[in-house]
């Protein structure tokens, strides 16, 4: 597993940075289609409980609940979660909290989801830990992980000789056999893989606009076809398992 820049030594650090980053551009960035897609994946039904682990802004919390599902979040940052609450109050609760120590009891959850935020906790395998204590024995898990060899890294690697940050200050990536790893020796046993990689979507510099267009239009038009081991980010749907 690839440590990128430095791991957070506190939780006091860990939400200093991310309120930082929720006052900026993570504030304004909703990826709702993935949110739908992961519902999708996990095949939410109606009356089931949905746990949302750094849920951020909530609004995949929200689309759950738009589902007929009950659907609580829990989050370190002070500012998403204010954004948050505002925002969707038909949200059962937003809890400031740690994931490493989540305050319920086992077996409470029919889903619980964690996107692209489990590379940037203090200690992941704690936090799988925890995901997979609080999930029903029938119950089932979607994990966002960003792969550390996807087509975009490979050719950071060629033109500057590193990966490149992804714009937070904590970062791990990982291959999707290493994020396996993490995941089955935590509690949770991988079920299905799926990729999904939607070209540069975020952010772009003002001087290279034309370029940004012109590529996010030929990657939704042939991503596709990328292979599952090169995609950027790994969806992991997963039961609980043996620790």
Not at 34 to 54: C, E, F, S, W
Not at 108 to 115: A, E, R
Not at 150 to 164: F, Q, S
Not at 228 to 241: Q, R
Request: net charge neutral.
């Amino acid at each position: 597993m690839k440590d990128l820049q430095k791991v957070p030594t506190s939780l006091t650090q860990l939400q200093h940075s991310y309120d930082q980053l929720y006052q900026g551009w993570m504030g304004e960035h909703k990826n709702t289609g993935q949110a739908a897609y992961i519902l999708d994946l996990l095949q939410v039904q109606p009356g089931g409980r949905l746990l949302d682990v750094a849920c951020g802004l909530g609004y995949l919390a929200a689309m759950a609940a738009d589902r007929s599902i009950e659907a609580v979040g829990i989050d370190i940052s002070h500012v998403a979660l204010q954004k948050a609450t505002q925002e969707y109050p038909q949200v059962g609760m937003f809890l400031l909290g740690d994931a490493q120590r989540l305050p319920w009891s086992p077996h409470t959850f029919d889903y619980v989801v964690n996107l692209g935020s489990l590379e940037h906790f203090i200690d992941p395998a704690a936090a799988v830990q925890e995901m997979a204590r609080v999930l029903k024995p029938e119950g089932k898990a979607a994990l966002l992980l960003p792969n550390s060899h996807h087509i975009r890294a490979i050719y950071n690697v060629y033109k500057y000789g590193e990966l490149l940050p992804d714009l937070q200050e904590f970062e791990r990536f990982a291959t999707r056999v290493e994020w396996e790893q993490l995941l089955t020796t935590n509690g949770l046993r991988v079920c299905s893989v799926h990729k999904y990689d939607t070209g540069m979507s975020r952010v772009y510099k003002d001087r290279y606009k034309v370029f940004w267009y012109l590529y996010n239009i030929f990657f939704r038009l042939f991503g596709r076809w990328i292979p599952l081991n090169l995609t950027y980010t790994f969806i992991f749907i997963c039961e609980p398992g043996e620790k």
